[in-house]
């Protein structure tokens, strides 16, 4: 499973991020960096949440996975006009914006599926990335990943959780994390593409739980009687 971003800057410069994915398990398997930055060290402000101990992982997983991108685009101003387009296996995607947007898509997919516990439950919806989402898409295609989860595990005789509350507070848990990797992502930038990206996030994970109870009956929805 392959997501191709090739980013054109003003001037033609041109970057591309391949991020290539393992269709069964949607692990990210695009290489990290042989030489990871000292930012990236799990015990380099070490999320206070997080489950791992730097015994066993010598670097937090999400820094890991961001290195290269961080390092890439260190130099950049986040509000800077690119022309980007996304090449998936189904279709293409293409959008003049911000690069801080771009950065947002390129590093939420890194986030989800590098292997870092607390993220693991946003994972699946890798599996139907969306490049550029807007809120309620970012809402809608939160809750019906998760609601999915929930019906495979009724069916599995597992208790689910129709009310949504561990998927809210998961989002509470993630918005403590973005916190820590906003300063990681702070030590590895000059600029501030790199790190607004991840605030852009944030603001999605506080919005999220705030939102679903509001916005998904009333876009476009008729409950039935």
């Known amino acids: 499973m392959q997501y191709k971003y090739i980013i054109k800057f003003e001037g033609g410069d041109e970057k591309v991020i391949d991020i290539q994915l ?7 398997q695009s290489p990290n960096s042989p030489n990871p ?7 380099q402000g070490k999320c206070a ?22 390092r890439d685009f260190s130099d950049k101003a986040s509000t800077m006009l690119v022309d980007a ?3 998936t ?16 898509s390129i590093i939420g997919i890194h986030m989800v ?21 807007s809120l309620s898409e970012t809402v809608y295609r939160s809750v019906s990943s998760y609601l999915l989860q ?6 599995k005789g597992l208790d689910p959780d129709w009310e949504l509350n561990k998927l809210t507070k998961a989002y509470e848990d993630i918005e403590k994390l973005n916190q820590g990797i906003v300063d990681r992502v702070r030590k590895g930038s000059s600029l501030d593409a790199n790190y607004n990206a991840v605030i852009i996030l944030d603001v999605f994970a506080k919005m999220v739980p705030r939102t679903i109870d509001q916005s998904l009956p009333s876009k476009g929805f008729q409950l039935p009687d």
Not at 49 to 70: E, F, M, Q, V
Not at 89 to 104: A, H, M, P
């Open 22 to 28: 393992d269709a069964d398990t949607l692990t990210l």
């Open 37 to 43: 930055p000292e930012w990236a060290l799990l015990d």
């Open 49 to 70: 949440l997080c489950p791992l101990d730097s015994a066993g992982h010598k670097y937090c997983p999400i820094a890991l996975s961001l290195s290269n991108i961080i």
């Open 89 to 104: 296996r189904e279709r293409e995607y293409s959008k003049r914006t911000s690069l801080q947007s771009v950065l947002s």
């Open 113 to 133: 599926t590098s292997g870092c516990p607390v993220m693991n439950i946003l994972k699946p919806m890798a599996a139907y990335h969306l490049p550029f989402a």
């Open 85 to 87: 387009r996304v090449i």
């Open 150 to 155: 929930q019906y495979l595990r009724k069916k």
